[in-house]
């Protein structure tokens, strides 16, 4: 079939620190990406029809470490060459999906998109929390470089965790347009919802005001000059949206995303 993006839904919340729902936010959002209702074409100019490799959802009911899941799963859902776009969950899931990443791309830079910037060294005693997986993928140099745009409830130890992993920071209110991002290696993004402004993006579990347009977050996808390898779209929470209004924003994003990954293998 030629260029393809494979697609691989990881519906796991267990990590969240406040609300429960992001497990039910891939068959949603898969929903909103095959509805008849919208253009199947990217603003790269491709049509993505027929061009996703659904690798369904990872089953959490069988036993076992979900970590090593995700890994192994992600990790064959590679396997056939294409770029990977993981629909979560909670962004938890980031940290095992890295690792199976960066076992194919010895050069990786993160492009993460947040309010938040999910890099404490503890919380709730879980190091697997939502609001730590950018410490242990620093921690397990999982990637080369960690680039974070739109965050806004920057504190004190956050501050020293960006010193002490070197984190790349354009937080929310130095934001602007046209923003370089001077990329040298192939990269990961891992798009958080809440990163927009819940304007756009209300279905989310920490709601946080001040935020991203979905035109600033399409225009900064865009805007990447190196191949964009694999990505995250997380933290979509289905219990408080409004319309569906946030699964179609993932899902155009998605498709955004998409049309970039093919773009560069179309050539
Ligand atoms: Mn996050
Ligand atoms: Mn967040």
Redesign the pocket.
């Known amino acids: 079939m030629g260029a393809g993006i494979s697609l691989l839904g990881i519906p796991h919340d267990g990590n969240s620190s406040y609300l429960r729902g992001a497990a039910e936010a891939p068959a949603l959002i898969r929903r909103e990406l095959h509805s008849d209702a919208y253009s199947s074409w990217s603003e790269t100019g491709l049509d993505l029809t027929g061009r996703f490799i659904d690798h369904g959802d990872i089953d959490f009911k069988q036993p076992g470490d979900p970590w090593q899941r995700i890994e192994s799963e992600v990790g064959r859902a590679m396997d056939g060459g294409h770029p990977l776009i993981s629909l979560g969950g909670d962004?938890a899931i980031s940290w095992p999906v890295l690792r199976a990443v960066r076992r194919r791309h010895p050069g990786l830079t993160i492009l993460h998109i947040?309010?938040?910037p999910?890099i404490y060294h503890a919380y709730d005693n879980n190091p697997r929390s939502h609001t730590s997986p950018f410490a242990r993928i620093m921690e397990e140099r999982l990637a080369d470089r960690l680039i974070q745009v739109g965050l806004r409830t920057v504190n004190g130890h956050h501050r020293d965790q960006f010193r002490r992993f070197g984190v790349e920071v354009v937080e929310a209110a130095r934001f602007r347009e046209g923003l370089r991002l001077d990329l040298t290696t192939p990269v990961y993004i891992s798009m958080?919802l809440?990163?927009l402004d819940p304007a756009f993006a209300p279905g989310?579990s920490?709601r946080?005001p001040g935020g991203l347009s979905t035109r600033q977050v399409i225009n900064l996808i865009q805007s990447i000059d190196q191949p964009i390898v694999a990505a995250d779209i997380v933290?979509y929470n289905p219990s408080q949206d409004l319309s569906n209004l946030t699964a179609l924003v993932a899902a155009k994003l998605l498709k955004e995303i998409a049309g970039m990954m093919l773009k560069t293998a179309l050539g």
């Open positions: 962004h947040d309010a938040h999910d958080d809440d990163g989310v920490h946080e933290e």
